[in-house]
């Protein structure tokens, strides 16, 4: 029993000690496949192999996509500018209360109503838009109808609080594009044009401006559709679409691609509500640099033209083309007299089937090709009359002259936009005297300059001043007469703060306000 015992025992040390062998050895074992396989892991992470050319790259993770966006916002922000605008408008007129209808009853002659002047003179109306630097020294690309019918265009910068009076270097209205200029004494960030036509539906895209005031404003979508050419009425408007959101304030921003390119300049959305309903649009870039090229260079837009009119709706007919012996072409609906097309014997009726070799099947094939043509130099017309296909020669003409009408309409000229000269901040002022103040009800207001009439749109008036405001001090010095002010006036330069003390009667209180500006520049 004692030996069995024994040998009983020493087994189960043995199996003991073999036991934890196995154990240690499995231990071992899945330390080691675990180093190996966390190592690749990490090298996973740490190094990214692209996929091979011509693959599709993964879809990139929010955090990238998000950094990708911030990189282009800093890139792009500082050449977007605000623009804000100043128009004339008239108003009703005012009638006097010693010219009311017979049959009112008397009132006292108030001499308040007669002391001020211009009581029917226009307002200053406001509005908002946006614009993109393209050269250093301040030009400017927008749209047309931001600064069409102002009186005074003014620019903010990104992270600048000066306004800089801006001056129309030239419009076209075919494409509702336009370029202005500031100078601000200093070389300006500017962004960089991109090709519009490498876009494709699905691209990301970003959009800047000042949408409802909101300034340095940047919204991200897709592209929804390029070759828009059904939103506007204008032939030679064919838009990018996207989601990314373009509101009102928006028009003239560019909207730029995951280069930082600037591949559209917002132009207009479509609503029922005239705010964002995720479809706006954008002019190509490729049509936008034309016409700031030819714009900075000459001040307005040549395009070649042969006389000849068109709808592309009915020309798209299939069944009305086949009527008249074309497989595809546009109709023309009408030839100007002594135009080229006209010497060359092209007539209303006839289908262009070909410039250049080139098939027509729409409006565009037709009018983009003669467009790029130099003025003077001809093209090949391909054309079918009465199922029989002819060709001709036909010179290029400039599009103004054979539609002067067009050209009026399209480049209706801005109104007057230079800087209010430095003499003439818009204030018409009299001495106040003990006498008049009490006229006027005007207090213990007894001494200063009272403005008699502000300017629309001018200095004075987008500092603040209203008819009534006593002027007590220009730049911290005390003024009470003509002479005090012109002073103090003199010796002021363009560009310099400008800072008057000014006491308003509200409420029968006398309230101290201080209105601020900028000295204009000079004309």
């Known amino acids: 029993m004692g030996v069995v015992l024994r040998d009983v025992g020493d087994w189960a040390r043995r199996r003991k000690v073999f036991a934890a062998l196995v154990l240690a050895l499995t231990l071992g074992l899945g330390i080691l496949i675990g180093s190996v396989v966390s190592g690749r892991v990490a090298a996973n992470h740490s190094a990214f192999t692209p996929p091979p050319e011509g693959a599709l790259l993964p879809v990139p993770k929010p955090v990238r996509l998000s950094s990708a966006f911030a990189t282009i916002v800093a890139q792009v922000e500082p050449a977007v500018v605000n623009i804000s605008t100043t128009q004339l408008i008239a108003r009703p007129r005012r009638i006097p209360r010693d010219h009311r209808a017979p049959g009112t009853p008397n009132e006292p002659f108030d001499f308040f109503d007669h002391f001020f002047d211009n009581p029917n003179q226009p307002e200053a109306e406001r509005s908002l838009g946006s614009g993109v630097l393209l050269d250093p020294r301040g030009y400017i690309l927008t749209n047309q109808h931001v600064i069409d019918g102002a009186t005074k265009i003014d620019v903010t910068l990104a992270g600048d609080p000066n306004k800089y009076p801006a001056r129309v270097i030239g419009q076209d209205g075919e494409t509702d594009l336009a370029v202005i200029k500031i100078s601000a ?5 500017v962004a960089h044009m991109g090709n519009s036509q490498g876009v494709q539906v699905g691209d990301w895209v970003l959009a800047f401006g000042s949408p409802f005031t909101l300034q340095g404003t940047v919204t991200a979508g897709i592209v929804s559709a390029k070759d828009r050419s059904n939103v506007s009425d204008k032939q030679l408007q064919h838009f990018i679409q996207t989601d990314a959101a373009i509101n009102p304030g928006n028009s003239g921003g560019p909207l730029v691609d995951m280069a930082g390119a600037v591949i559209g300049i917002n132009t207009a959305i479509f609503t029922g509500g005239h705010s964002f309903e995720g479809v706006g649009f954008a002019l190509p870039s490729t049509t936008a640099i034309n016409v700031y090229n030819q714009l900075i260079s000459q001040g307005h837009v040549t395009r070649g033209s042969i006389g000849v009119t068109f709808q592309t709706q009915r020309s798209s007919n299939p069944i009305t083309l086949k009527e008249l012996g074309a497989p595809y072409g546009v109709i023309i609906e009408s030839v100007n007299p002594g135009s080229p097309a006209a010497k060359a014997g092209i007539q209303a009726g006839d289908v262009i089937v070909s410039v250049s070799g080139n098939p027509v099947r729409g409006g565009d094939d037709l009018v983009n090709p003669v467009m790029q043509t130099p003025i003077g130099q001809s ?70 300059l009272i403005v008699r009439s502000v300017e629309p749109a001018s200095f004075a008036d987008d500092a603040g001043f209203s008819p009534g405001d006593v002027i007590v001090e220009v730049n911290r010095v005390p003024v009470y007469t003509v002479a005090d002010f012109q002073r103090e006036m003199a010796k002021l330069r363009p560009g310099q ?27």
């Open 379 to 448: 093209v090949e017309i391909g054309y079918i009359r009465n199922g029989k296909r002819h060709n001709v020669s036909v010179m290029v003409a400039d599009r103004d002259r054979l539609f002067p009408q067009t050209a009026a309409a399209s480049d209706a000229p801005v109104a007057k936009t230079e800087p209010v000269d430095n003499h003439d901040l818009g204030l018409k002022v009299d001495e106040l005297t003990p006498a008049l103040s009490a006229r006027l009800r005007l207090g213990n207001v007894q001494r200063g």
């Open 185 to 189: 004494g200093h070389t300006l960030p």
């Open 497 to 523: 703060d400008l800072l008057f003390k000014v006491l308003r009667r509200q409420a029968q209180q006398t309230l101290t306000v201080f209105l601020a500006g900028v000295m204009p520049e000079e004309k």
